[in-house]
């Protein structure tokens, strides 16, 4: 799926602060993300629509999110925890409107060591 | 709240058996119903979705039904092959906009050869 790209695929960190991006080329009005922990199902961390955040689920305040621009989407995590090993996801929908289909990347794998 | 239950955390099939993943929701909304897979190391993709109670969705073989009296969605395929193993998310996602899909825990299948 090269239509939403992350990077870095995989990050191990002991505690450091470091960025996760994401891209889209598919002209889509929202984005999101997503921590997918083994074994579970994926769980929305933000949703940007045109750029605004509008949905912040229960997430420490060490994960920043920010929106640059319509295509892009970057995740700020500083002072990371073991408990945040896990894959992190962006997603991105053409609007936000009920039934819209979830597109997903590849993940950024994040070892917390 | 919004909730979807997999009873089955794990199935396990030789190849051209019959299958079947359970499905049931609840909800005080008119969703619409996903299923989601996701294949080894790589985020999940839409299999299909229905948008109307009553109606059947069909991809790749693979059936489910939106079923409002039972509020069931289960997944079906008549005859599965090794490469439909993967992880099967069976989702809703309610009537208004800017809200959250809410994702059953999943349903890992392992078809043997």
């Known amino acids: 799926n090269t239509k939403i790209t992350q990077s870095p695929r995989y990050l191990i960190l002991g505690r450091a602060n470091k960025s996760l991006e994401c891209e889209q080329h598919l002209g889509h009005n929202a984005m999101y993300w997503y921590k997918q922990s083994a074994e579970k199902p994926p769980e929305l961390m933000f949703l940007y629509n045109l750029k605004q955040l509008i949905r912040n689920e229960t997430v420490p305040s060490r994960f920043i999110p920010e929106c640059p621009d319509s295509s892009k989407l970057l995740l700020h995590i500083s002072a990371v925890d073991p408990e945040d090993s896990a894959v992190y996801f962006c997603?991105?929908?053409?609007?936000?409107?009920?039934?819209?289909?979830?597109?997903f990347g590849e993940g950024s794998r994040l070892i917390v060591v | 709240g919004d909730s979807v239950t997999q009873k089955q955390g794990q199935v396990t099939l030789s190849e051209d058996d019959f299958l079947f993943i359970n499905c049931t929701y609840s909800t005080t909304t008119y969703p619409t119903l996903f299923w989601y897979v996701q294949y080894p190391g790589q985020g999940p993709q839409l299999l299909l979705k229905?948008?109307?109670?009553?109606n059947k969705g069909i991809s790749r073989g693979f059936e489910a039904t939106y079923d409002k009296g039972t509020t069931s969605f289960h997944l079906q395929k008549a005859s599965v092959q090794e490469s439909d193993s993967a992880v099967y998310f069976c989702?809703?996602?309610?009537?208004?906009?800017?809200?959250?899909?809410?994702f059953g825990a999943g349903t890992k299948l392992t078809i043997k050869p």
């Open positions: 989702a809703l996602a309610p009537s208004y906009g800017n809200e959250k899909i809410t």
């Open positions: 229905v948008t109307t109670a009553n």
């Open positions: 997603a991105s929908s053409q609007t936000t409107d009920s039934g819209n289909t979830l597109y």
